[in-house]
């Protein structure tokens, strides 16, 4: 990557962004953030220039640099996300940590944090603006939709498919061919057996769902 990169975001995976960028030579311009009590401060040594709609900054995106969107918050992420498709014409850059394992074998989308020793096997595809945090695994041929959150130590095994939006938890095990619908919540540990349905929350080993 040639251009710098201005990160929107500048709290946990804003901070994770910059970590990783660094890690891969690649100069991080600055951040925006909408917290005005952050901006015109330091952050491991770039500054936050100001919020997220300062045309002032926006403008250099897809001429000048790249963006990056570090948000965890779904509906704030999609319309950042839309705003720089259909105003600046890009897409967001990967942040591919160098330790971790993506293989040449997988397809990865845009706009995905792939943290320190994630592993991605041969076949799997991977959607856009997804959050895959340490240590977690995907397997072979599994499919990952897109603004999906995979967390630490998770381990999605070989034929499963996560739908857009879903919340894995950290040290979650999904096992082989399992579906986990669109908007799923799974709770950290759990051990899912068992097809999840669109916008279910479950938990426990086995993963059972939570009675509303």
């Known amino acids: 990557m040639e251009n710098p990169v201005l990160i929107l975001g500048a709290r946990t995976i804003g901070r994770t962004a910059k970590e990783i960028f ?28 100001g919020s997220t709609d300062d045309d002032g900054f926006l403008k250099l995106i897809g001429k000048k640099c790249e963006a990056f969107v570090a948000l965890d918050d779904t509906r704030l992420k999609k319309r950042i996300v839309a705003m720089l498709n259909e105003v600046r014409k890009m897409q967001p850059v990967n942040a591919i940590h160098p330790k971790s394992n993506v293989s040449t074998r997988a397809e990865l989308g845009h706009g995905n944090l792939v943290e320190f020793g994630v592993y991605v096997g041969p076949g799997a595809k991977i959607g856009n ?48 061919g399992v579906t986990i619908g669109k908007g799923a919540r799974v709770g950290a540990g759990a051990v899912v057996v068992g097809a999840v349905k669109d916008g279910e929350t479950v938990f426990g080993n086995p993963a059972q769902a939570i009675k509303s």
């Open 129 to 176: 603006h997804n959050l895959l945090h340490t240590d977690a695994i995907i397997g072979v041929e599994a499919q990952i939709g897109s603004y999906v959150q995979i967390g630490s130590g998770a381990r999605i095994n070989p034929g499963v498919t996560v739908g857009d939006e879903a919340f894995i938890g950290s040290g979650v095990t999904v096992v082989a």
């Open 22 to 49: 660094d890690a891969n030579g690649v100069v991080v311009y600055g951040f925006l953030d909408d917290d005005t009590k952050l901006q015109s401060q330091e952050l491991d040594e770039a500054m936050i220039l």
